[in-house]
């Protein structure tokens, strides 16, 4: 495939119409056994336009949405970019009521999703929009309202400037807040990853597999990448291991981006099942640490897949650093690193008081610049001054650079541990316990204490079957790490909190 094959419209909403003129009956999307062509989805992206335009719909208006992976997610994904509107998608996990909180932040013209996540939003007495649509409820429904619309192409008088998603952060620092990422965001953002032949199908026979919730910035990414890569998008409802190990079964290689808790649970299904899964032709991952024991299973058992590591944030339409395949080979110092700096973008380990960049192995505040970088937060003027600064946007990661140029994430600032005058970062100590053979999965934090200010307390999860005490704990990382990084406190618990982007609530661990 050529870098001018791959598709880089100046707005999103010309991606499926420049697929359908170039394809129109190449498969596009593959949605639980029915199967759309690239011109079918232009044809329902139309469609979608004009019912949004039915209910007063215009540029700028927000749209949200609450609904898992649906197929009609795309068409109106488009449908609002041809016209100029904002998808809101929301995070069908939340609570209701702080899906209520999103909804009014977002000042949405209207309200889609689906009956079993509206209705409880309803009962918590959230301050509905006028107009609420229901999905795949036939008569009455917004399917209902797409499929009676002419599909003519929308009038497009658009401009870069335009937003055309707000994505809410995670929430896992404080209360989400509306990243508005514009159509040049994009633009630049799919520039920069054609001309460096990023997540290339090694293969015109290539399937992306799509399993991220569409609320995330990875989950709408990787859907406009396959697009404009011509790959046809196998969508999975929401993410299913063994939905995923059955589709391993097939002729087609499989592309996927996941996270590495989604890869820890697709290797024990495939163990499960004595299914192999040597489809997977390339793994990209990212969202959270990816632990040496997990990366090293993960390339045993796919091993023709290339693997990629991203390392980014919603703030910057995703990526910030990415680590080649090649990086992750066993005996190189890097393969635990985030890679280099995604092109176009600068990247800086700074003292986060003064901005100022700090030495190479030495710990900083990571801080990254480009065009793709958001406009900034929705209605919160005050949180976007914060997190810009003279076009930098502060991570609120921690990390380093070593001395070939490789950037180390080591936590987030706020979770560092200060023990006795001493900073510690969780993940260094988390990366060790998941070398040993009883763990499954581990957390750190730092909790009161009136001597050290702070001490090291960790979570873990044991494989089923495994014997593990504090002692083993202590012993196993003793080696491993300074005396004053070990763990004063183990506690063993059946699963750690996650939100469904796959980073673990630590949140949650503090207030337990």
Same mark, same amino acid.
């Given at each position: 495939?050529?870098?001018?094959?791959?598709?880089?419209?100046?707005?999103?909403?010309?991606?499926?119409?420049?697929?359908?003129?170039?394809?129109?009956?190449?498969?596009?999307?593959?949605?639980?056994?029915?199967?759309?062509?690239?011109?079918?989805?232009? &044809?329902?992206?139309?469609?979608?336009?004009?019912?949004?335009?039915?209910?007063?719909?215009?540029?700028?208006?927000?749209?949200?949405?609450?609904?898992?992976?649906?197929?009609?997610?795309?068409?109106?994904?488009?449908?609002?970019?041809?016209?100029?509107?904002?998808?809101?998608?929301?995070?069908?996990?939340?609570?209701?009521? &702080?899906?209520?909180?999103?909804?009014?932040?977002?000042?949405?013209?209207?309200?889609?999703?689906?009956?079993?996540?509206?209705?409880?939003?309803?009962?918590?007495?959230?301050?509905?929009? &006028?107009?609420?649509?229901?999905?795949?409820?036939?008569?009455?429904?917004?399917?209902?309202?797409?499929?009676?619309?002419?599909?003519?192409?929308?009038?497009?008088?658009?401009?870069?400037?335009?937003?055309?998603?707000?994505?809410?952060?995670?929430?896992?620092?404080?209360?989400?807040?509306?990243?508005?990422?514009?159509?040049?965001?994009?633009?630049?953002?799919?520039?920069?990853?054609?001309?460096?032949?990023?997540?290339?199908?090694?293969?015109?026979?290539?399937?992306?597999?799509?399993?991220?919730?569409?609320?995330?910035?990875?989950?709408?990414?990787? =859907?406009?990448?396959?697009?404009?890569?011509?790959?046809?998008?196998?969508?999975?409802?929401?993410?299913?291991?063994?939905?995923?190990?059955?589709?391993?079964?097939?002729?087609?290689?499989?592309?996927?981006?996941?996270?590495?808790?989604?890869?820890?649970?697709?290797?024990?299904?495939?163990?499960?099942?004595?299914?192999?899964?040597?489809?997977?032709?390339?793994?990209?991952?990212?969202?959270?640490?990816?632990?040496?024991?997990?990366?090293?299973?993960?390339?045993?058992?796919?091993?023709?897949?290339?693997?990629?590591?991203?390392?980014?944030?919603?703030?910057?339409?995703?990526?910030?650093?990415?680590?080649?395949?090649?990086?992750?080979?066993?005996?190189?110092?890097?393969?635990?690193?985030?890679?280099?700096?995604?092109?176009?973008?600068?990247?800086?380990?700074?003292?986060?008081?003064?901005?100022?960049?700090?030495?190479?192995?030495?710990?900083? &505040?990571?801080?990254?610049?480009?065009?793709?970088?958001?406009?900034?937060?929705?209605?919160?003027?005050?949180?976007?001054?914060?997190?810009?600064?003279?076009?930098?946007?502060?991570?609120?990661?921690? =990390?380093?650079?070593?001395?070939?140029?490789?950037?180390?994430?080591?936590?987030?600032?706020?979770?560092?541990?200060?023990? =006795?005058?001493?900073?510690?970062?969780?993940?260094?100590?988390?990366?060790?316990?998941?070398?040993?053979?009883?763990?499954?999965?581990?957390?750190?934090?730092?909790?009161?204490?009136?001597?050290?200010?702070?001490?090291?307390?960790?979570?873990?999860?044991?494989?089923?079957?495994?014997?593990?005490?504090?002692?083993?704990?202590?012993?196993?990382?003793?080696?491993?790490?300074?005396?004053?990084?070990?763990?004063?406190?183990?506690?063993?618990?059946?699963?750690?909190?996650?939100?469904?982007?796959?980073?673990?609530?630590?949140?949650?661990?503090?207030?337990?």
């Amino acid at each position: 495939m050529a870098t001018n094959d791959i598709l880089t419209p100046d707005f999103i909403g010309d991606l499926i119409r420049d697929q359908a003129k170039a394809a129109p009956r190449q498969t596009g999307l593959i949605f639980e056994g029915r199967e759309f062509s690239y011109g079918e989805m232009n &044809e329902r992206a139309n469609k979608a336009a004009a019912a949004l335009q039915e209910l007063g719909v215009r540029r700028g208006d927000r749209v949200a949405w609450l609904a898992r992976n649906l197929a009609i997610f795309w068409d109106t994904l488009f449908g609002a970019a041809k016209i100029g509107a904002v998808l809101t998608p929301i995070n069908w996990r939340l609570a209701p009521a &702080e899906i209520a909180q999103i909804l009014e932040d977002s000042k949405a013209h209207i309200f889609i999703g689906e009956k079993d996540f509206i209705d409880p939003v309803k009962a918590a007495g959230a301050d509905m929009p &006028e107009t609420t649509l229901l999905l795949e409820t036939g008569e009455g429904s917004f399917d209902a309202l797409v499929d009676k619309q002419a599909a003519t192409e929308p009038a497009n008088d658009m401009s870069l400037d335009d937003a055309f998603v707000q994505l809410y952060t995670s929430g896992t620092t404080g209360l989400p807040k509306g990243v508005i990422l514009s159509n040049r965001a994009y633009k630049i953002n799919g520039e920069l990853g054609a001309e460096q032949r990023i997540i290339e199908p090694k293969s015109d026979d290539e399937i992306a597999l799509h399993a991220l919730p569409h609320f995330h910035v990875a989950g709408v990414n990787f =859907g406009l990448m396959a697009i404009a890569r011509s790959m046809p998008i196998l969508q999975f409802r929401q993410f299913d291991p063994v939905g995923i190990v059955e589709a391993a079964k097939g002729d087609a290689p499989l592309n996927a981006f996941l996270v590495p808790a989604m890869i820890m649970m697709i290797l024990e299904a495939a163990k499960q099942m004595e299914t192999p899964l040597g489809k997977f032709a390339n793994v990209s991952y990212g969202a959270a640490p990816m632990p040496e024991p997990l990366l090293d299973a993960a390339m045993a058992a796919m091993p023709d897949a290339t693997f990629t590591q991203f390392y980014g944030a919603t703030e910057n339409c995703g990526a910030v650093t990415f680590l080649a395949h090649e990086d992750h080979a066993k005996g190189k110092k890097q393969r635990v690193a985030a890679g280099k700096p995604w092109p176009g973008t600068d990247v800086k380990v700074c003292n986060p008081e003064t901005g100022d960049a700090v030495d190479a192995g030495a710990t900083g &505040e990571i801080w990254m610049r480009s065009g793709a970088v958001m406009d900034g937060y929705w209605g919160r003027e005050d949180a976007t001054a914060e997190a810009l600064v003279d076009g930098w946007y502060r991570t609120g990661d921690a =990390g380093y650079f070593d001395e070939n140029g490789f950037l180390y994430v080591c936590d987030r600032v706020k979770d560092m541990i200060i023990s =006795g005058g001493e900073n510690i970062y969780p993940a260094e100590i988390e990366n060790a316990l998941a070398k040993h053979p009883a763990v499954l999965e581990a957390a750190v934090i730092g909790v009161p204490d009136e001597k050290w200010g702070e001490i090291v307390k960790a979570f873990i999860v044991k494989r089923a079957g495994s014997e593990l005490t504090p002692d083993d704990v202590t012993a196993h990382l003793s080696d491993r790490i300074a005396k004053f990084k070990l763990p004063r406190e183990v506690a063993f618990v059946g699963a750690l909190p996650r939100n469904p982007s796959g980073k673990i609530l630590k949140t949650e661990l503090r207030k337990a």
